[in-house]
C-alpha cells in the first residue's frame, strides 16, 4: 500500500484534533452506550471510522485505494488521536 497518502490522512486527523474549530461534518462522535463513541473523521480523500474502546476497532479508507480497507487499531498513538477528536468534537 502507499504510504504517502496514508501518512498524509493521518497528519491531516492529528491537525483536526488540535483545531480551535472543525469545519461542519468533519468529525462525528455518536454514543452506543455508556462508555462507548463510534468516531467518523471524513478528510479530502479519506475517512476514519473508529470505536473509542481499549479493544475497540479502527479503520482508514483512503479514496485512492477504494478496494483497501487499512486495519489501524493496533497502533499506539490511537487512544490519543481519538481523545483528541472526541474533545474537539464536543466543543
Same mark, same amino acid.
Given at each position: 500500500?502507499?504510504?504517502? %497518502? =496514508? #501518512?498524509? /490522512?493521518?497528519?491531516?486527523?492529528?491537525?483536526?484534533?488540535?483545531?480551535?474549530?472543525? %469545519? %461542519? @461534518?468533519? =468529525?462525528? =462522535?455518536?454514543?452506543?452506550?455508556?462508555?462507548?463513541?463510534?468516531? #467518523?473523521?471524513?478528510?479530502? @480523500?479519506?475517512? &476514519?471510522?473508529?470505536?473509542?474502546?481499549?479493544?475497540?476497532?479502527?479503520? &482508514?479508507? *483512503?479514496?485512492?485505494?477504494?478496494?483497501?480497507?487499512?486495519?489501524?487499531?493496533?497502533? @499506539?498513538?490511537?487512544?490519543? *488521536?481519538?481523545? @483528541? &477528536?472526541? /474533545?474537539? /468534537?464536543?466543543?
Amino acid at each position: 500500500m502507499e504510504q504517502r %497518502p =496514508v #501518512r498524509r /490522512a493521518i497528519e491531516h486527523a492529528w491537525k483536526l484534533a488540535v483545531a480551535p474549530k472543525l %469545519p %461542519p @461534518g468533519t =468529525v462525528r =462522535v455518536i454514543r452506543c452506550g455508556r462508555s462507548i463513541r463510534v468516531v #467518523r473523521v471524513n478528510g479530502d @480523500g479519506w475517512s &476514519l471510522v473508529a470505536s473509542s474502546t481499549a479493544d475497540g476497532s479502527a479503520v &482508514l479508507l *483512503l479514496d485512492q485505494l477504494p478496494e483497501a480497507a487499512m486495519d489501524i487499531a493496533d497502533v @499506539g498513538w490511537l487512544p490519543n *488521536l481519538l481523545g @483528541g &477528536l472526541v /474533545a474537539v /468534537a464536543s466543543t
